[in-house]
T-cell receptor, first 114, second 113 residues
Framework: DTGVSQNPRHKITKRGQNVTFRCDPI?????LYWYRQTLGQGPEFLTY????????KSRLLSDRFSAERPKGSFSTLEIQRTEQGDSAMYLC????????????FGPGTRLTVL | GQSLEQPSEVTAVEGAIVQINCTYQ??????LSWYQQHDGGAPTFLSY????GLEETGRFSSFLSRSDSYGYLLLQELQMKDSASYFC??????????????FGTGTRLQVTL
């Protein structure tokens, strides 16, 4: 499978715990994005990397959230001190750049905070 | 800020044609994308318009009018498997990042027999 992969697919945690998600983009894609989606809504942009550089962060990304892409390949998204409001689907996408810069999404990690 | 409007639900009969409209307000506009998402699934890219006019990809077509801040997705020869949510998404934003996508709230399409 050469698409975007995400792990884990589901995560249930208790409020106050830290969680980390991983995204492996399509291999030749230099751009990587994180989005969050809640039920009945469209995905909301969280952050964007070009290679290992984090170029933009949404105001949605509070200081409890941190994302890294250390070698310009896979990325991790960590949420510290989780809150019930963090429950959502966390989607990763990657793109090659260029004119259309089409983003291809992974299957997502569904987070449930109890 | 950026905002997009699209109908919340559309119902159509198998074999028919349906049009899903999208109006947007944004700065730093680069283009309009359309994604399909089945329940529990990932958004799947359908079409992109960077310039005014019609783009055709098989049974799906998408149209953009930049002067009207308006686009639509046209689905022809509807099949039951087309039942899904459809999102328009603006590429760009006031931060100057061309790559960022801002999504609408989605249109849920129900195809019936």
């Amino acid at each position: 499978d050469t698409g975007v992969s995400q792990n884990p697919r589901h995560k249930i945690t208790k409020r106050g715990q830290n969680v980390t998600f991983r995204c492996d983009p399509i291999s030749e894609h230099n751009r990587l994005y994180w989005y969050r989606q809640t039920l009945g809504q469209g995905p909301e942009f969280l952050t964007y990397f070009q290679n290992e550089a984090q170029l933009e962060k949404s105001r949605l990304l509070s200081d409890r959230f941190s994302a890294e892409r250390p070698k310009g390949s896979f990325s991790t998204l960590e949420i510290q001190r989780t809150e019930q409001g963090d429950s959502a689907m966390y989607l990763c996408a990657s793109s090659l750049g260029g004119g259309r810069d089409t983003q291809y999404f992974g299957p997502g990690t569904r987070l449930t905070v109890l | 800020g950026q905002s997009l409007e699209q109908p919340s639900e559309v119902t159509a009969v198998e074999g028919a044609i349906v049009q899903i409209n999208c109006t947007y307000q944004t700065s730093g506009f680069y283009g309009l994308s359309w994604y399909q998402q089945h329940d529990g699934g990932a958004p799947t890219f359908l079409s992109y318009n960077g310039l005014d006019g019609l783009e055709e990809t098989g049974r799906f077509s998408s149209f953009l009018s930049r002067s009207d801040s308006y686009g639509y997705l046209l689905l022809q020869e509807l099949q039951m498997k087309d039942s899904a949510s459809y999102f328009c998404a603006v590429r760009g934003g006031n931060t100057g990042t061309a790559s960022k996508l801002t999504f609408g709230t989605g249109t849920r399409l129900q195809v019936t027999l």
